[in-house]
């Protein structure tokens, strides 16, 4: 696992879109969460407001790549959520396994509690 201080990963996330268990997020409500990466640690913000941090690790010899993040504060304290990634250009795709299983595709359904994002790189 790569635990260096940063990462291609490192930056300013806006979430372009989202589905939980197979339900497409809304866009209005898409469009207020950021997700910031810096040097192993993750900051969510919901209309600019801290809702989750933690720290995360990286796992760049897997395919596809996995991601580990570990909640400190907000709404994932003391959870362990494994997530696989993909990385194109400006663009970044995660699909987190909210029930601590790491998912096996970037994708969602009905009865699974798989979070997938896409995110455009804002910095």
């Known amino acids: 696992m790569e635990n260096s201080l940063s990462s291609d990963v490192d930056g300013l996330w806006q979430i372009?879109?989202?589905?939980?268990a197979g339900e497409e997020m809304p866009a209005f409500v898409a469009e207020k969460i950021e997700v910031e990466l810096?040097?192993?640690s993750y900051t969510v913000r919901f209309a600019g407001e801290v809702s989750d941090s933690g720290i995360y690790t990286l796992d760049v010899s897997?395919?596809?790549k996995a991601m580990?993040?570990?909640?400190v504060e907000g709404a994932n304290a003391g959870r362990m959520i494994p997530a696989i990634y993909q990385l194109v250009r400006d663009r970044l795709?995660?699909?987190y396994g909210l029930d601590g299983a790491a998912p096996a595709a970037f994708a969602t359904h009905t009865g699974?509690?798989?979070?997938?994002?896409?995110?455009r790189r804002k910095l």
């Not at 372009?16 to 939980?20: F, M, W």
């Open 38 to 40: 810096s040097a192993g």
């Open 93 to 95: 795709r995660i699909c």
């Open 16 to 20: 372009v879109k989202a589905e939980l």
């Open 62 to 64: 897997s395919d596809p």
């Open 112 to 119: 699974q509690n798989l979070y997938l994002a896409t995110y």
């Open 68 to 71: 580990y993040l570990t909640g």
